[in-house]
Each structure stands twice: as C-alpha cells, then as structure tokens.
C-alpha cells in the first residue's frame, strides 16, 4: 500500500468550467475526508464519508461542489461551474478511526483563470 | 466550537537552535491530538499522534506534549537543520470523526 493517492497534482482550468478530482485512499480506511486549504491557512473540512455514506457536509460545500464516494473505495470531488475563488489546494486523508489520527495525499492544486 | 491557534506565526533560527512551537484549542474535550509538517506546494506528513491518555511522544529529534487542561501541545525540535525548514500544523478533534487545523507555523532553519 502506497498511501493516500490523489490525481491531478495539478489542475488549471478557465472560469466556468467543471473539474473533477480523484481520491484513493488506504484500502483498509473506511473513513475519507476531503479538505480545502488557501494560501497561509490551515486545511478547512469540506465533507466526510465514512464507506459510502456522506456523513457531513461543511457550509463551505455550495451547490456547486459535490464528492462521491462509489462502494467506499475511491472518491471524486467534482465542483460545477468554477469560480476564482476556487483557487486552492484540494486535500484528501483517510483513517481507519478517531485513535489512529489522519493520513492524507499529497493534494491537488487548482487554478481557475 | 473548537478553535485551534498556532503561535509563533513564523519562525527564523540559526542551525542547531533548539526551538518550540505551540498550540493552543479551545475545546479541552479531545482524544488525541496530531502535528504535522507541510512542504511549500505538498500535503501533509504526519508526524506525531499524542492520545489524551499521553503526555508526551516522541520521533528522532521531535518531542510533542500534550496538556488538556491548559489547552496546550507543544511541539520541540532539538538540534534543528536547514532540512527542517517547514509549515508545522497542529489539529485537533472537533466533535466525533473531523479534525480542526491551526494556521501553522512557518519555520525556517538558516544554515
């Protein structure tokens, strides 16, 4: 097992446009998160699947985002209609559970222009 | 609501300086407690799970202490190097299953 992996590493793409990005947790990790993390801040929660089921949704998630996680394996975070704003480092981690703390990839970076 | 804050900000020291960083949360109810490190343009690499039935762990040259009372973790690094040079993060548990992450501390090692 290689870790958390996460496709693209990087993304640029034009105002407007929808972009997908692929997550592939540690096998055994039932637990698989999704966060966002912009230039000198911390990573902000997006969502939460645990197999799956989406457990929470973060307000930050507008309608224009949305993940899937298909028979808990992989997941996809696809956001609809890109904006500026978007801009940022899209991050994945995965856990079996709360004792045994986060594992993450190493990210995908987008770049709306 | 958990709150995490990092301080310093940011960090310069000189080759081989011992140094520590801290955090602070809000929410002293927590089962444990992870640090971070994160290369410019990288993800995250974990680098210390301390349980809230611990004090202390410890990986080579980097210590980290937990004190839930206070609201406190401290991370320290002894003898640092230029390869140390990072974002240090800490994150918390907020509510059952998500973590809460701090702004981090940007550290840079002068050779």
């Known amino acids: 097992d290689t870790g958390v992996s996460q496709n693209p590493r990087h993304k640029i793409t034009k105002r407007g446009q929808n972009v997908t990005f692929r997550c592939d947790p540690i096998s055994e990790h039932n637990r698989l998160y999704w966060y966002r993390q912009t230039l000198g801040q911390g990573p902000e929660f997006l969502t939460y699947?645990?197999?799956?089921?989406?457990?929470?949704k973060s307000r930050l998630l507008s309608d224009r985002f949305s993940a899937e996680r298909p028979k808990g394996s992989f997941s996809t975070l696809e956001i609809q209609r890109t904006e500026q704003g978007d801009s940022a480092m899209y991050l994945c981690a995965s856990t079996l559970g709360a004792p045994y703390g986060y594992t993450f990839g190493s990210g995908t970076r987008l770049t709306v222009v | 609501k958990q709150e995490v804050t990092q301080i310093p900000a940011a960090l310069s020291v000189p080759e081989g300086e011992n140094l520590v960083l801290n955090c602070s949360f809000t929410?002293?109810?927590?089962?444990?407690l992870q640090w971070f490190r994160q290369d410019p343009g990288k993800g995250l690499t974990s680098l210390l799970l301390?349980?809230?039935?611990?004090r202390e762990q410890t990986s080579g040259r980097l210590n980290a202490s937990l004190d839930k009372s206070s609201g406190r973790s401290t991370l320290y690094i002894a003898a640092s190097q230029p390869g140390d040079s990072a974002t240090y993060l800490c994150a918390v548990p907020s509510g059952t299953y998500k973590y809460i992450f701090g702004t981090g501390t940007r550290l840079k090692v002068l050779a």
């Open positions: 699947f645990q197999n799956e089921a989406q457990l929470e």
């Open positions: 929410d002293s109810a927590i089962y444990n």
């Open positions: 301390i349980q809230s039935s611990q």
